[in-house]
């Protein structure tokens, strides 16, 4: 069956639609769905004004800044700060890396958006700080001069939702630098989060100070009040020290449950607090510093060593064995500490690094072990030991297993976030800084014909400009269930598009018929000069088989154009 009818046919009942048809009959109806040119991820959104890869997609990510864990979920919050959303990722039991696809995102109506509006209940412009409470399903998200409170429940979250509530700001279309108070914010950098306490703590940058907010579900309020802060004796003084007390441009933050300790990252440090909600008090004094021999010195991106710190934008805290890890962006590496209440001293030195093998190297890499700019908020699974680093010049997010039976200086990572093909072969590229898949991939189509097996509910497509055949599965309605292949004929993987001659290859496919009665399928292999007939049944279909018979040629080798009746 031609394209031209088959997709005349189907338009209206599956709403699919290729941008081909040069049929002289007016559209009527608008498609309700499209193949080819999509976001990529399982649930899939369709694109209907766009004729190339759509930049960004569900895979790709633009200078993450800052992750959160839901460990009973088993899902991982993205900071995709420049294109100004928060990308959600569906992990396995283990808290593993599934595949490369986003699943939901917050901030944009779909994947292929990057709108910078003002700002609203769902928009997202600045986003810097995650926080995840694992009580309630709520993800706290820092957006510049205000935060974000997200009701991110499993089967409630939806792409581009609204905002349940915010802090910072009076009301959802304000986002302004107001006067310093109590209830403001300028320069949200950082959040942390007490699920003992409903607690969230906000590392409020440009404010030289960190406020404590009580965001507890039974009386958190829009444009509430902080409760405490730290680095300022007040809420109306902004004067950046380096002090015991004081505070300059806090970055990040992360806190300790079992000791009610809350480690800052401020710049060229790490300082820890006892915010225990019985004794906390405004402007209190530090207990312990890192990075720094004392509270005093502010040496700016020393040598690389095991004590020195070049730039601190992140930290994660191990509750298992009292390790904190700290993003050291300036010398392009993490550096984990033991931060046990019975031994840390301040100016200590580190007992492992990644992104380096060594201490005193500080270069910035994209390679499987290394680390290019690591800017945002860390994660790190304590069960699994999975650390999830946001390496923001790189544009992924890198996975390393940090578990103290495991790491290793200068380890490899174990899964590129934002470096995925977003084939189903889910292949990581670990040199390339932005690949949103490499073209072609599972989701894209140069289409030239194609037949539908509304038995097995399936949509085979001849991709006559990548040479494959292309198959994706239906839903039990024969509407549209994943923009992304589930097979292919031609190739032998989704990132190849090679023209060949043999059994399984083939160059320029123009057609395909399906055979319902057989489960055979019959491609028009056209600069071959020849049909090929596959074996498409359920449970023997596989990616890249061979052709079990050839008409038009001898044997599987030969593509002589003759005009004889073989």
């Not at 292929?112 to 986003?127: A, E, L």
């Not at 820092?142 to 429940?153: C, E, I, M, P, T």
């Not at 965001?215 to 509430?224: H, L, M, R, W």
């Not at 934002?418 to 292949?427: A, C, F, H, I, P």
């Amino acid at each position: 069956m031609k394209i031209k009818s088959i997709l005349a046919t189907l338009a209206a009942t599956f709403g699919i639609f290729f941008g081909l048809i040069a049929a002289a009959h007016a559209a009527i109806y608008n498609a309700s769905n499209a193949y080819g040119i999509s976001d990529g991820r399982p649930i899939s959104t369709p694109i209907y004004n766009l004729t190339t890869s759509p930049d960004p997609d569900a895979g790709g990510l633009y200078y993450p800044m800052g992750t959160a864990l839901d460990t009973v979920n088993h899902r991982l919050f993205v900071n995709d700060a420049n294109d100004y959303r928060v990308m959600v990722y569906q992990l396995n039991a283990n808290n593993n890396v599934i595949d490369g696809a986003a699943t939901y995102e917050l901030g944009q109506a779909d994947f292929v958006s990057t709108n910078s509006t003002s700002p609203t209940q769902s928009s997202i412009r600045g986003d810097e700080g995650l926080a995840y409470d694992p009580v309630s399903n709520r993800l706290f998200v820092g957006d510049s001069y205000r935060v974000l409170v997200f009701n991110v429940a499993p089967g409630t979250i939806a792409n581009g939702e609204n905002a349940s509530y915010v802090l910072g700001q009076p009301n959802f279309t304000t986002s302004s630098n107001i006067t310093l108070s109590s209830t403001s914010l300028s320069g949200v950098a950082s959040l942390a989060y007490d699920p003992a306490t409903a607690r969230l703590f906000v590392a409020d940058s440009s404010d030289n100070r960190v406020l404590v907010f009580n965001v507890a579900t039974s009386s958190i309020t829009n444009g509430e009040s902080a409760m405490n802060v730290l680095g300022e004796p007040n809420f109306t003084t902004s004067v950046g020290t380096t002090t015991q007390s004081g505070l300059s441009s806090p970055y990040t933050a992360t806190f300790d449950s079992a000791t009610n300790r809350l480690f800052v990252g401020d710049a060229f440090r790490v300082v820890s607090y006892d915010v225990n909600p019985s004794t906390i008090a405004n402007g209190e004094n530090a207990e312990n510093v890192i990075g720094q021999p004392n509270f005093t010195s502010h040496v700016s991106c020393p040598a690389p060593s095991s004590s020195t710190i070049c730039s601190t934008f992140g930290l994660a805290f191990d509750p298992l064995s009292e390790r904190v890890f700290v993003e050291d962006q300036g010398d392009g590496r993490v550096l984990v500490f033991n931060a046990a209440t019975s031994t840390i001293t301040n100016g200590e030195g580190a007992i492992n690094v990644l992104g380096h093998s060594d201490f005193v190297t500080g270069t910035w890499t994209t390679t499987q072990n290394g680390l290019s700019g690591p800017y945002g908020d860390l994660s790190y699974d304590p069960i699994g030991g999975n650390l999830f680093v946001p390496d923001s010049s790189n544009n992924r997010v890198m996975v390393f297993n940090a578990a103290t039976s495991t790491i290793t200086n200068g380890e490899n990572g174990i899964a590129p976030l934002g470096e995925y093909d977003l084939s189903t072969t889910e292949s990581p590229t670990y040199t390339s800084k932005r690949s949103n898949g490499p073209y072609p991939k599972g989701t894209e189509l140069s289409p030239s014909g194609s037949d539908i097996d509304t038995v097995n509910h399936r949509f085979f497509v001849a991709d006559a400009g990548f040479n494959r055949v292309m198959v994706f599965g239906m839903n039990s309605d024969n509407s549209i269930g994943t923009a992304r292949a589930s097979y292919e004929f031609g190739q032998p993987g989704f990132i190849s598009s090679t023209s060949t001659l043999s059994q399984s290859g083939m160059s320029n496919p123009s057609d395909v018929a399906y055979d319902s009665s057989n489960n055979r399928l019959f491609v028009a292999d056209t600069n071959n000069n020849r049909v090929l007939v596959f074996n498409v049944a359920s449970g023997t279909i596989a990616n890249d088989e061979n052709a079990s018979y050839v008409l038009g040629q001898p044997n599987f080798t030969s593509a002589v154009a003759t005009t004889t009746q073989s």
